[in-house]
């Protein structure tokens, strides 16, 4: 059979474009993959989870929260949120969940907690969850001048989740900006001496930009000293 070069780069070309297609494809179905948190997330019968301090030892908290929602026949979106937080280190669930513009803001209770079993997670659009009750300062907010001045003032006072949303606003483009306030104290028993109020950015497409501390409140009990807001 004589050799035919123009035939021989056709099926060249054929077999290459084919193997580019193979990732695209599995880029896809990754994507699905990606659990996202929002209203189908929400489970509320927390009662059902006491099973799990009795349970048999062999099986994590975690574990026994996503066996006991199989049991109930729980939607799958609300095992999948289950199997998230997980993933983050805390056995919780999802129990309420609303929206603050494009931005989903989801209530979760960790029922297993010793001390604060509610916390809150941010949906931005693409589906990337922002604990608001991890990481609250920077580097650069921990070593704030206002913030110095209130820890020289309050020794031994930390920020005590969980925080609660004081304030929603857009923002010149667009965007949503939600900001946050955390009690600082020296102990969950103690008086509140002051508030973290912490913004979270997202532009106009709903995807997170960042966050960072705009004010050191004082409480009325402490020192009176003037709070200063760096908004940026």
């Known amino acids: ?32 993959d990606v659990a996202m948190i929002d209203e189908r997330a ?17 099986l994590s ?10 049991r109930a026949k729980a939607p799958d979106e609300v095992i999948e949120a289950v199997e998230t937080l997980s993933a983050e280190g805390d056995a919780g669930f999802v129990s309420g969940f609303r929206r603050e513009g494009l931005i989903g803001v989801a209530q979760v209770t960790y029922p297993f907690r010793a001390n604060t079993n509610q916390g ?14 991890r990481a609250i300062l920077s580097e650069e907010d921990q070593h704030r001048a206002d913030y110095s001045a209130f820890l020289a003032a309050h020794p031994g ?19 949503e900006q939600l ?8 102990c969950h028993a103690c008086e509140i001496d002051g508030w ?25 009990s402490a020192v009176a000293t003037p709070s200063v807001d760096v908004s940026r």
Not at 120 to 133: M, Q, Y
Not at 179 to 186: E, K, Y
Not at 196 to 220: I, M, N, P, T
Request: charged content about 25%; glycine content about 8%.
């Open 1 to 32: 059979m004589p050799y035919r070069p123009c035939a021989f780069a056709l099926l060249v070309l054929v077999a290459l474009v084919g193997c580019d297609q193979v990732p695209d494809e599995r880029s896809e179905q990754a994507q699905e």
């Open 42 to 58: 929400v489970w509320r019968d927390s009662g059902v989870f006491e099973l799990c301090r009795s349970e048999d030892e062999a």
């Open 61 to 70: 908290l975690d574990g026994c929260m996503v066996d006991v929602l199989h």
């Open 120 to 133: 809150t997670l941010l949906v931005a659009s693409d589906g990337t969850t922002i604990d608001v009750d």
């Open 157 to 175: 006072v930390m920020p005590f989740p969980p925080a609660s949303l004081t304030r929603s606003e857009r923002l010149n483009g667009g965007g």
């Open 179 to 186: 900001r946050f306030d955390t009690a600082l104290r020296g």
């Open 196 to 220: 973290l109020s912490v913004a979270y950015d997202f532009d106009a497409a709903g995807r997170f930009l960042g966050h960072q501390l705009v004010e050191v409140k004082w409480s009325e």
